[in-house]
């Protein structure tokens, strides 16, 4: 019987364990995608920087390529690129409380990770 609790135990404490892992992968899954849509906004505020200010450009909106001007497409992308970055600070911000909420559970169930 008390080797059942144990083994019972043990595998929730593993179930835990790759709860938090999962958790851990998926933020990080996320702040990737946003690190490459931040750094396709820099690139193309770079690239539209030293154009006149009424040339023309293009914009895909919601699948939709739709025509602007330089001047109207600018302000557009960096108010995106500034809210790509907050968001990025936030999900920075929660991969650490996870991981150090990670730690902490291993810490107090005496968990060592064999392999990882």
Wanted: net charge neutral; proline share 3%; glycine share 4%.
């Amino acid at each position: 019987m008390a080797q059942q609790v144990t083994q019972r135990k043990q595998q929730e404490l593993q179930q835990q364990y790759e709860n938090y892992k999962n958790g851990l992968q998926q933020i990080a899954s996320k702040i990737g995608d946003v690190e490459t849509e931040a750094e396709e906004h820099r690139l193309v505020l770079e690239t539209l920087e030293p154009l006149p200010a009424d040339r023309k450009c293009f914009r895909m909106i919601n699948g939709v390529l739709v025509e602007r001007t330089v001047k109207d497409v600018v302000p557009a992308l960096q108010t995106n690129s500034e809210g790509l970055k907050k968001v990025l600070e936030e999900l920075m911000k929660q991969y650490r409380s996870k991981q150090v909420e990670m730690e902490t559970w291993k810490k107090k169930n005496n968990i060592q990770v064999v392999s990882q």
